[in-house]
């Protein structure tokens, strides 16, 4: 099959497709014909080898952490799925025409292949995201990086849960986030003003979806760590701030995005699409941190 592999850590140049061999479902997971994938963070950091000391890599590597497509082998003990499904979830080295997944859920009706695509990591994370927060009927949450992947997809589920969302996004981004149900501000300096300006009785929880350096500035404006999380700043820890691994729960994260979007709630944004044959290009893209929603490979 042919896959987009890199046989040594480095920037996207390192990325070719190659042929490579068919992976197969094990006892509770399921493979896919892969229509599209998506391209996050994770895995170009992966790629880059930033993360080699946490995510050892054993070369060659296929990249991608998500894919939607449609399933021809449902492995021992999976139930609920049949050959023929059309289905977004998780799994590892998803770049290729066949991916392993082991978490997934049906594509709700009504999204296309590139939403669907769009969906998986980002909407695990932000469901874990949110329920790390509690019970957001009625307050108010601010999300930092809200018109990126994780992010979007955070303003949206949030608004659904009966939030109020104040985003943090470049100017330009600002309509994009109005459409999405937030209240837009810019990032950078002097963000604490900025959020007083639009909530001036406070907010009540926060979600960091950038790791730009502003946790600090996030936990005084919240007034307590506990009630932030964040998904890229490996200095949560010691800022009392919960860090979010967007592969926990995902099954059930998952079934409860594909519940919000049912409901019409919920829609993936994409921003680009590239061919497989253009994988380093889609991963350059994602790499600039300016990208509105989500960046596709497709098949």
Avoid at 71 to 83: C, N, T
Avoid at 159 to 164: E, F, K, L, Q, W
Avoid at 263 to 282: F, I, M
Wanted: proline fraction near 4%.
């Amino acid at each position: 099959m042919r896959a987009v592999r890199y046989h040594q850590y480095g920037d996207p140049g390192v990325l070719t497709v190659e042929d490579a061999p068919e992976p197969h479902a094990g006892p509770g997971e399921i493979r896919i014909r892969v229509q599209s994938v998506s391209v996050n963070p994770y895995d170009w950091k992966v790629r880059a080898g930033y993360l080699a000391e946490v995510i050892p890599t054993t070369f060659p590597a296929t990249v991608g952490s998500d894919a939607t497509g449609i399933v021809d082998e449902v492995g021992e003990g999976v139930s609920g799925v049949e050959i023929g499904d059309r289905v977004f979830g998780l799994g590892q080295g998803t770049t290729a025409e066949y991916a392993v997944l082991t978490a997934w859920s049906p594509v709700p009706g009504g999204w296309t292949v590139e939403q669907a695509a769009a969906a998986g990591l980002v909407a695990a994370t932000a469901v874990t995201s949110l329920d790390a927060l509690g019970d957001l009927d009625g307050r108010t949450l601010l999300v930092e990086g809200a018109a990126g992947g994780v992010g979007s997809a955070a303003v949206q589920i949030a608004v659904a849960r009966g939030a109020t969302v104040i985003g943090t996004a470049s100017e330009t981004n600002h309509d994009f986030l109005r459409e999405l149900g937030a209240t837009p501000i810019t990032y950078g300096e002097g963000l604490t003003e900025r959020v007083a300006a639009v909530a001036p009785d406070g907010v009540d929880a926060a979600l960091d979806t950038a790791g730009s350096g502003s946790l600090t500035e996030i936990v005084a404006i919240v007034g307590d760590a506990s009630r932030v999380a964040t998904v890229a700043d490996f200095g949560a820890a010691a800022l009392g701030v919960t860090l979010i691994a967007g592969n926990a729960n995902a099954a059930s994260a998952l079934a409860d995005a594909h519940r919000v979007a049912e409901s019409g709630a919920y829609t993936p944004r994409v921003d680009a699409t590239y061919p497989l044959e253009k994988a380093a290009d889609a991963h350059t893209h994602v790499q600039g941190g300016h990208a509105r929603g989500k960046v596709l490979i497709t098949l």
